[in-house]
T-cell receptor
Framework: AQKITQTQPGMFVQEKEAVTLDCTYDTSDQSYGLFWYKQPSSGEMIFLIYQGSYDEQNATEGRYSLNFQKARKSANLVISASQLGDSAMYFCAMREGRGSEKLVFGKGMKLTVNP | DTAVSQTPKYLVTQMGNDKSIKCEQNLGHDTMYWYKQDSKKFLKIMFSYNNKELIINETVPNRFSPKSPDKAHLNLHINSLELGDSAVYFC???????????????FGPGTRLTVL
């Protein structure tokens, strides 16, 4: 079974609009971490935001926020005020358990920001 | 200053050859990783080392051999390259902490390997 599911293969958004990228996860661990990474066309993997399973507040990093709904096992990334430079692949990932080193990635989704 | 660096960025080689990819991190992290990203962009962990000790070894052919001379370096050697090895290989590093965002993995720029 997939641990991380990103069902949207691609999305289009107008510049300056907000966009939500979906991610659902599957784990039986109580302690886990959720991550979002961005991969622009240049190929590097850029860490965006982290949410711990015990964190009571949704994580925020600048224009990025994570809509964490633990009961629904979803960790959607919200990008506010989209910019052209936000066009990229976005990957959701999970680290299961305390001290586990393994990140399990979703298949990714491609976001295109239109001017 | 580059935090996680890999060399080379591109590697084109013939089937059957042996090649190495080098990775270095200057973040003071104690855990390093190799991931493979296939043609469909799917990322999967291959290996993880903590302080030069192998801690994760996914089901990877034994033609792939990681080597960690010290905790700042993790190299990947591939013997007898096959067409299916063509992919982007990412090195990453993190601090091995038990909780929180401190164990975020930071990735290198990737090495695009093409086997002809």
């Amino acid at each position: 079974a997939q641990k991380i599911t990103q069902t949207q293969p691609g999305m289009f958004v107008q510049e300056k609009e907000a966009v939500t990228l979906d991610c659902t996860y599957d784990t039986s661990d109580q302690s886990y971490g959720l991550f979002w990474y961005k991969q622009p066309s240049s190929g590097e993997m850029i860490f965006l935001i982290y949410q711990g399973s015990y964190d009571e507040q949704n994580a925020t990093e600048g224009r990025y926020s994570l809509n964490f709904q633990k009961a629904r096992k979803s960790a959607n990334l919200v990008i506010s005020a989209s910019q052209l430079g936000d066009s990229a692949m976005y990957f959701c990932a999970m680290r299961e358990g305390r001290g586990s080193e393994k990140l399990v990635f979703g298949k990714g989704m491609k976001l295109t920001v239109n001017p | 200053d580059t935090a996680v660096s890999q060399t080379p960025k591109y590697l084109v080689t013939q089937m059957g050859n042996d090649k190495s990819i080098k990775c270095e991190q200057n973040l003071g992290h104690d855990t390093m990783y190799w991931y493979k990203q296939d043609s469909k962009k799917f990322l999967k962990i291959m290996f993880s080392y903590n302080n030069k000790e192998l801690i994760i070894n996914e089901t990877v052919p034994n033609r792939f051999s990681p080597k960690s001379p010290d905790k700042a370096h993790l190299n990947l050697h591939i013997n007898s390259l096959e067409l299916g090895d063509s992919a982007v290989y990412f090195c990453a590093s993190s601090l091995r902490v038990r909780q929180g965002a401190g164990d975020t993995q930071y990735f290198g720029p990737g090495t695009r390997l093409t086997v002809l």
